[in-house]
């Protein structure tokens, strides 16, 4: 553990979220996700599956470190190095050990210990996973609202940094600042405008066809 602690002082706060992220969140995720295909597990699939993924976790940690990595293979690896293999190592062990574990679950399925409702909760789900989802006319007025708040905000965040511009910088770092600026700005006019653009007429979509 405290082999542990000294490498994380040498990761950056992105890294070190990555890395608790890694370990904290992978065994929740692997049974949601897999949870989409398979269909016959038992009812205790998930939070076995996340126990499990825990202690995957907890391997990586004592036991798939990127040190033994490297007097595996005969290479000192840097702190930098440490924390990106970190991250990989977990993924993979949550990919291989605890998909496979879900996986495995299904082995003690037995289809008479669901009842009659939980039966068509998970007939409803995986139907309704297959059911494609068509938008109506109404989905463009969302759509619209949508584009005119992010416009707004764009040319916002575009303001601000064109302020930027009168910070004491070399002349191409202005010229970087003003034309960054200008993207965004150009960006969230467009999208505003495109936000105030009118449907066709049906007139015009007769004369069209």
């Not at 692997?30 to 126990?51: H, Q, R, S, Y």
């Not at 505003?192 to 653009?197: F, V």
Request: include cysteine; charge should be negative.
């Amino acid at each position: 553990m405290a082999q542990l602690f000294s490498s994380l002082k040498e990761l950056s706060l992105f890294d070190l979220m990555m890395t608790v992220a890694t370990l904290a969140q992978s065994p929740i995720l692997v049974p949601l996700f897999m949870g989409m295909f398979i269909k016959k597990t038992p009812k205790w699939a998930a939070w076995a599956t996340v126990l499990f993924g825990m202690f995957v976790s907890f391997l990586c940690i004592k036991v798939f470190t990127p040190q033994a990595l490297g007097q595996l293979i005969g290479v000192e690896f840097t702190g930098r190095e440490i924390g990106e293999l970190r991250t990989m190592i977990t993924i993979a062990a949550h990919l291989f050990l605890t998909a496979s574990f879900f996986w495995a679950t299904t082995l003690f399925y037995k289809e008479e210990t669901f009842s009659k409702e939980e039966k068509e909760q998970v007939d409803t789900f995986f139907e309704n996973i297959e059911t494609e989802c068509v938008a109506d006319g109404s989905q463009d007025e969302f759509d619209k609202m949508q584009r005119e708040k992010l416009g707004s905000i764009t040319m916002m965040m575009g303001v601000g940094l064109l302020a930027m511009v009168l910070l004491p910088n070399p002349l191409w770092g202005r010229a970087l600042f003003l034309g960054c600026s200008g993207i965004i700005l150009l960006t969230g006019y467009l999208l505003k405008k495109s936000a105030q653009r009118k449907p066709e007429s049906t007139g015009e979509l007769a004369s069209q066809s």
